[in-house]
């Protein structure tokens, strides 16, 4: 059974940084069918795509996040990351960890509050 776990979210002001961790149980980063993923999703809107890392390796960073965001994973801990630097106001979301198996199946986390605020 898959269970994706987020922590790491938190408060912090414009300009700093946050790292979040989704601890993965049942999923194996390496198995070729496999996306990883964080997501975001702000009041009054819809969840969006914020950084993937396939299971080879590569990653996709979306416009609204590149340069400041970046997406990394610990195939021994089975922990996924997003280092998230320079945040601002507009980065505020409850943040989701996502497991994707061959582009059929979607695993959810449970979802951790970043609050960016002065």
């Known amino acids: 059974q898959v269970q994706l776990v987020e922590s790491g979210g938190g408060l912090v002001q414009p300009g700093g940084s946050l790292r979040l961790s989704c601890a993965a149980s049942g999923v194996s980063f390496t198995n070729r069918g496999y996306v990883m993923s964080w997501y975001r999703q702000a009041p009054g809107k819809e969840r969006e795509l914020v950084a993937s890392?396939?299971?080879?390796?590569?990653?996709n960073i979306v416009d609204a996040v590149k340069g400041r965001f970046t997406i990394s994973r610990d195939n021994a801990k089975k922990t996924l990351y997003l280092q998230m630097n320079n945040l601002k106001t507009e980065d505020t979301a409850v943040y989701f960890c996502n497991a994707e198996l061959w582009g059929k199946v979607n695993y959810w986390g449970q979802g951790t509050q970043v609050t960016v605020s002065s």
């Open positions: 890392i396939a299971s080879g390796g590569s990653t």
